[in-house]
């Protein structure tokens, strides 16, 4: 079975810290992805990449970046932390291909406060 | 821009009594349409995937079905197990990305 392992259930920081959120997936896909989800507003892709040191924007790249170094591990960055990106985080991972689901991990919910 | 609606927002059923829920969407050109179930404080867990209408997926009590417009997934005498939230996602042409809708969530009632 894929496994997508995200490194914190829970995590609570303050404004304006700096904010790691890390993603490690054991099946050696090539794609990897960085959602939110929110009440009503469903999942919404921040960024995704599709192989090592590549990255490209999703819908609301605003306030992140991402760095991958390596195949298995995709980090989210939140340069400066503020309320509004208090959120369930969700890393996701697929082989390549149109007909590959993507794989998810069981979320990192932020609190800014 | 890709659209895809989800109806209804939530659905509750008694235990044995099958119903559908519902995912439109617009969009530029399907490539796939994919289904997952979200279990309260959990990730989305992949279901099906369909490519073209007409096309039909089975699983246990879920079967999901496909036209040009939209997709159901049908329920057939649910159990209290299938209560999760249900996500369909679109993929388009020439795009590694997922769209998603909001989900329907069910509560099947023992």
């Known amino acids: 079975d894929v496994k997508v392992t995200q490194s914190s259930r829970y995590l609570v920081k303050r404004t304006g810290e700096k904010v790691f959120l890390e993603c490690v997936q054991d099946?050696?896909?090539?794609?990897m992805f960085w959602y939110r989800q929110d009440p009503g507003l469903g999942l919404r892709l921040i960024y995704f990449s599709y192989d090592v040191k590549m990255k490209e924007k999703g819908d609301i790249p605003e306030g992140y970046s991402v760095s991958r170094e390596k195949k298995e591990r995709f980090s989210l960055i939140l340069e400066s932390a503020s309320t509004n990106q208090t959120s369930m985080y969700l890393c996701?991972?697929?082989?390549?291909?149109?007909?590959?689901?993507?794989?998810f991990g069981d979320g990192t919910r932020l609190s800014i406060l | 821009e890709d659209q895809v609606t989800q109806s209804p927002e939530a659905l509750r059923l008694q235990e044995g009594e099958s119903s559908s829920l519902n995912c439109s969407y617009t969009v530029s050109g399907l490539r796939g349409l994919f289904w997952y179930r979200q279990d309260p404080g959990k990730g989305p867990e992949f279901l099906f995937t369909?490519?073209?209408a007409g096309e039909e997926k089975e699983k246990e009590r879920l079967k999901a079905t496909l036209t040009k417009k939209e997709s159901f997934l049908h329920i057939t005498a649910p159990k209290p197990e299938d209560s999760a939230t249900y996500l369909c996602?679109?993929?388009?042409?020439?795009?590694?990305?997922?769209?998603f809708g909001t989900g329907t969530r069910l509560t099947i009632i023992p």
């Open positions: 996602a679109v993929r388009t042409f020439g795009n590694e990305k997922l769209t």
């Open positions: 996701a991972s697929s082989l390549s291909g149109y007909n590959q689901p993507q794989h």
């Open positions: 099946m050696d896909h090539e794609n």
């Open positions: 369909l490519y073209s």
